[in-house]
């Protein structure tokens, strides 16, 4: 089946520690991007990426960095230097092109800092 | 992009219509009206989206008023597993790709 998926689910780090979120898609979407929700709230766009080795900020991407070294593989590090990270991280592909083209959300996975 | 308003919290009895309103007064004429949901812990999922006339598609059907000031998202139908937050997100159809994601609507679909 075609998705993208997440890894893991749930996720628990202490605080200062760096950690890598995994966010891999077979749709063959050029575009992967990574949003962050707080509870209660809206997403908010982290990081995109639209090409393999490229990618831009989006709204909040401080404390965070990414990588694009394969197209199906957009992976996110939440860094010592974001403060708040304890929050639900969704990742997202989509085509690129003319018109209007949906994103596909992954499951999403849950990071706790203690 | 423009700003959207929407209704924090809405119920709806199973089987009947659901209508979630948008309000977006400041759209301009080549943004589009968007919408999303996400079913409590998961992804957003994209259901339908417009820019003059009035779509539908297997999931929804979108009504955009003439002025474009305002929509409504309407679920036929609606069964429990439609309950989820709404998002109504207004944007322009162009290279940017991003999607700005407002509070939404919990839409709560009760027996």
């Known amino acids: 089946d075609g998705g993208i998926t997440q890894s893991p689910k749930y996720l628990f780090r202490k605080e200062g520690q760096n950690v890598t979120l995994s966010c891999e898609q077979n749709?063959?979407?050029?575009?992967m991007y990574w949003y962050r929700q707080d509870p209660g709230q809206g997403l908010r766009l982290i990081y995109y990426?639209?090409?393999?080795?490229?990618?831009q900020k989006g709204d909040i991407a401080e404390g965070y960095s990414v990588s694009r070294e394969k197209k199906e593989s957009f992976p996110l590090t939440v860094t010592s230097a974001q403060k708040n990270p304890t929050a639900f991280y969704l990742c997202?592909?989509?085509?690129?092109?003319?018109?209007?083209?949906?994103?596909?959300f992954g499951p999403g996975t849950r990071l706790t800092v203690l | 992009d423009a700003k959207t308003t929407q209704p924090p919290s809405m119920d709806c009895a199973e089987g009947r219509a659901a209508n979630l309103p948008c309000n977006h007064s400041?759209?301009?004429?080549?943004?589009?009206v968007y919408w999303y949901r996400q079913i409590h812990s998961q992804g957003p999922q994209y259901i339908i989206h417009?820019?003059?006339n009035n779509e539908t598609n297997e999931m929804a059907s979108l009504i955009i008023t003439e002025d474009r000031k305002s929509s409504t998202l309407i679920l036929p139908h609606a069964t429990l597993r439609d309950t989820a937050v709404y998002y109504c997100?207004?944007?322009?159809?162009?290279?940017?790709?991003?999607?700005?994601f407002g509070a939404g609507t919990t839409v709560t679909v009760r027996a």
């Open positions: 417009g820019l003059k």
């Open positions: 749709l063959n979407h050029d575009a």
């Open positions: 400041t759209i301009s004429g080549n943004e589009y």
């Open positions: 990426s639209q090409i393999v080795n490229d990618f």
């Open positions: 997202a592909s989509s085509l690129l092109g003319q018109g209007y083209n949906e994103q596909f």
């Open positions: 997100i207004v944007r322009v159809r162009s290279n940017d790709y991003k999607l700005s």
